[in-house]
């Protein structure tokens, strides 16, 4: 049995050449690309404000709280209380859908 086809081979190169192409695309940035032409020193920094400068201004989607395994218990020391996403006021979290346990804890967890 012959399992060589030119055909499926062909689609699959061209599929792998497309989607490497479209990643390096989005590589370099036209910010960088001018500090580079000014003599200017491409830094993180600069890098970061070229990525800040093409994100959208929307709000970020929140995650499940299944996906953040959200527990209504601390873990240690660790409370959603102490974390620097958590909203006092309506005991809710910039990153997790729903409210939140005071007492909580989730693995986006972050010191305030």
Same mark, same amino acid.
């Given at each position: 049995?012959?399992?060589?086809?030119?055909?499926?081979?062909?689609?699959?190169?061209?599929?792998? =050449? $497309?989607?490497? =192409? +479209?990643?390096? +695309? *989005?590589?370099?940035?036209?910010?960088?690309? =001018? %500090?580079?032409? $000014? *003599?200017?020193?491409?830094?993180?920094?600069? =890098?970061?404000?070229? %990525?800040?400068?093409?994100?959208?201004?929307?709000?970020?989607?929140?995650?499940?709280?299944?996906? %953040?395994?959200?527990?209504?218990?601390?873990?240690?020391?660790?409370?959603?209380?102490?974390?620097?996403?958590?909203?006092?006021?309506?005991?809710?979290?910039?990153?997790?859908? *729903?409210?939140?346990?005071?007492?909580?804890?989730?693995?986006?967890?972050?010191?305030?």
């Amino acid at each position: 049995m012959n399992t060589h086809d030119p055909k499926r081979r062909s689609v699959l190169m061209g599929t792998l =050449a $497309a989607g490497t =192409a +479209f990643m390096l +695309f *989005g590589c370099g940035s036209k910010q960088e690309e =001018a %500090a580079v032409e $000014a *003599g200017e020193e491409a830094t993180p920094e600069t =890098a970061q404000n070229a %990525a800040a400068s093409q994100m959208p201004d929307e709000p970020t989607p929140k995650m499940s709280q299944e996906g %953040a395994l959200y527990q209504a218990e601390p873990l240690d020391d660790r409370k959603c209380q102490d974390c620097g996403n958590f909203i006092a006021e309506s005991k809710t979290c910039k990153l997790v859908e *729903g409210q939140v346990s005071e007492e909580g804890y989730c693995i986006l967890w972050d010191w305030a």
